[in-house]
C-alpha cells in the first residue's frame, strides 16, 4: 500500500480551500507579483521627469475611475518616433515593431483600453507611419479593439518650408492616402459610420477647409485639439489635453467640459475627455520646461474625477482618451505604470499582521496578504479595502510551519503595484 504526501505548499493550499469551503486559491510568485507585466521594455530604467521604471502594474480596468454605469469608449494617445532615424531618447522598443505593437495592443485590452489613437505624420515619413501600420495589422487581429489615425502638424513642416507647396494640397494628399490604407480597414474608429480622423495643430497652417470637406474622400468627421475646436465650422469635435496651469481646479479641463456640453445642447459635436498623469517635458529635444505634477499619481485620479464633475449615467461621455500611452519624453505615458510613492512598513504580533503605509493611499485599491513557506511561492490569504491597517491570522487555515508573509497594495488602474518586504511568522504545533 502506497502513501501519497502532499508537498508542504499543496497541503498548505488544500487546507486553506477546505476551510473556507471555496475553490482552490490559486498559487503564485514574488517574482510574478513584482515582475514587470506591461508592454514597456524592460531596458528602459525610469527617467528623470516621472517616468517608472516598468515593474508590475494594476490591471484594473480604466472604466471603474468613472462614474458608476459608464458606457464611455477609452482610447489611448500613441506616438511613434522611437526609430532609429529619429532623435528621440531610447525606450528599448522600437515603434514599428510588430511584435511590439502587439504586445502594446495587449496590454491595452488588459487594461480595459478599446483602442488606440496614433500620431502620423504623413506620406513623407515612411519611418514614423510604420507603427500606424503595425497598429492597424494587431487591432484587426483583436476583434473589439479599434484604431485611428492623428495627423500631427509634422505632416506638414516640410511643406511650409518647401516654396511653392501648397499645405492644403498635402493634407488632402495625406487624408486619401489614410482613407486608402487606415480608414478601409475592419478596425478603424466610426462614428454613424463615417470615419472619424484626428488632427494635432494642423490649424496653426493656413488650410483651405472647405477645399478639404469637397475633396477628400471617405466623408470622416475632424476632431481637432483643445476648446477651440468646439466653435470652428470646419470641426466635428474636440479632445481635451493637459491642463498646464498647475492649478488643482484644472481650469482649463472646466472650460473644455462646460462648453462642449453647452455646444452639445444645440450642434452635434464629439466631446473626447483626457486623462493624463501629469507633464513633464525636461528631457525632450524641443522643451518649454513645462510642469504639471504627477504628485504621487493623485493627478491620475483627479482628471478622472474632473470627468465625474460633468458627466453621468444620464449624461453619458462617448469617448475618453488616455493622453498619452508612451510619450516618455513628456512625461506622460502609462505604459510603465504610474507611480504611488508608496512603501509598506509590515510588523507582526502574535497572531495579528499590521502595516504602516507612506506615500498617496488614495491610489491604492485594496491590500492582497499572501503567506510562503519557501519565500518564492505565496499563497493569497485574503483581500481587504484600501483603509485596512490590520488582519487577524486565522490559525486553524493554516498547518503548524514557519511561514514568510507579504502585503501587496495593488493599486487603481495603471498605478504600480508595491509588495512589501516578507515577515517571519511561525504558528506553533
Not at 16 to 21: E, F, H, L, S, Y
Not at 293 to 312: E, I, K
Request: with cysteine.
Amino acid at each position: 500500500m502506497f502513501r501519497f504526501l502532499l508537498p508542504p505548499i499543496v497541503s498548505f493550499v488544500v487546507v486553506v480551500a477546505c476551510t473556507a469551503q471555496s475553490s482552490s486559491p490559486t498559487i503564485t510568485t514574488v517574482e510574478f507579483q513584482t515582475r514587470n507585466n506591461t508592454s514597456a521594455s524592460d531596458k528602459f530604467h525610469g527617467s528623470e521627469n516621472g517616468d517608472a521604471a516598468p515593474v508590475h502594474v494594476s490591471k484594473l480596468p480604466l472604466r471603474s475611475l468613472l462614474y458608476p454605469g459608464a458606457s464611455t469608449k477609452i482610447y489611448a494617445r500613441v506616438v511613434p518616433f522611437f526609430v532609429p532615424s529619429q532623435k528621440h531618447i531610447n525606450v528599448g522598443y522600437k515603434s514599428g515593431d510588430p511584435g511590439q505593437v502587439r504586445r502594446q495592443v495587449e496590454d491595452m485590452i488588459s487594461r480595459g483600453i478599446d483602442g488606440a489613437i496614433i500620431d502620423w505624420y504623413g506620406t513623407e515619413h515612411p519611418d514614423l507611419g510604420r507603427a500606424s501600420e503595425a497598429f492597424r495589422d494587431a487591432a484587426e487581429s483583436h476583434p473589439g479593439f479599434t484604431f485611428a489615425i492623428s495627423e500631427d502638424k509634422g505632416a506638414l513642416k516640410d511643406c511650409r518650408r518647401k516654396p511653392g507647396c501648397d499645405p492644403t494640397r498635402r493634407l488632402i494628399e495625406d487624408l486619401n492616402y489614410a482613407y486608402d490604407h487606415f480608414e478601409k480597414s475592419s478596425a478603424y474608429l466610426e462614428q454613424n459610420g463615417r470615419p472619424v480622423v484626428f488632427f494635432f495643430d494642423v490649424n496653426q497652417v493656413h488650410i483651405d477647409w472647405p477645399r478639404v470637406r469637397n475633396v477628400v474622400n471617405g466623408n470622416p468627421l475632424f476632431i481637432f485639439r483643445n476648446v477651440g475646436a468646439l466653435s470652428r465650422p470646419e470641426s466635428d469635435g474636440a479632445f481635451a489635453w493637459v491642463d498646464h496651469t498647475r492649478q488643482p481646479e484644472m481650469p482649463d479641463l472646466d472650460d473644455f467640459y462646460r462648453k462642449a456640453l453647452n455646444v452639445s445642447s444645440f450642434r452635434p459635436m464629439i466631446a473626447i475627455a483626457s486623462a493624463y498623469k501629469g507633464f513633464d517635458d525636461r528631457i525632450a529635444s524641443w522643451s518649454e520646461h513645462r510642469l504639471t505634477p504627477q504628485n504621487c499619481g493623485q493627478s491620475w485620479l483627479d482628471t478622472f474625477a474632473r470627468v465625474n464633475r460633468y458627466y453621468s449615467s444620464t449624461h453619458q461621455l462617448d469617448y475618453l482618451q488616455v493622453v498619452t500611452w508612451n510619450d516618455y519624453e513628456e512625461g506622460t505615458e502609462i505604459e510603465s505604470g504610474i507611480d504611488n510613492c508608496v512603501e509598506i512598513q509590515p510588523s507582526v504580533s502574535k497572531s495579528t499582521i499590521s502595516w504602516k503605509i507612506s506615500g498617496n493611499q488614495n491610489t491604492i485599491d485594496h491590500f492582497t496578504i499572501y503567506a510562503s513557506l519557501d519565500g518564492k511561492r505565496l499563497v493569497p490569504l485574503t483581500d481587504v479595502p484600501a483603509d485596512t491597517r490590520s488582519w487577524e491570522l486565522r490559525s486553524k487555515e493554516m498547518p503548524p510551519a514557519h511561514y514568510r508573509l507579504f502585503i501587496q497594495a495593488v493599486g487603481k488602474p495603471s498605478i504600480v503595484d508595491k509588495m512589501s518586504p516578507p515577515l517571519s511568522w511561525t504558528r506553533p504545533k
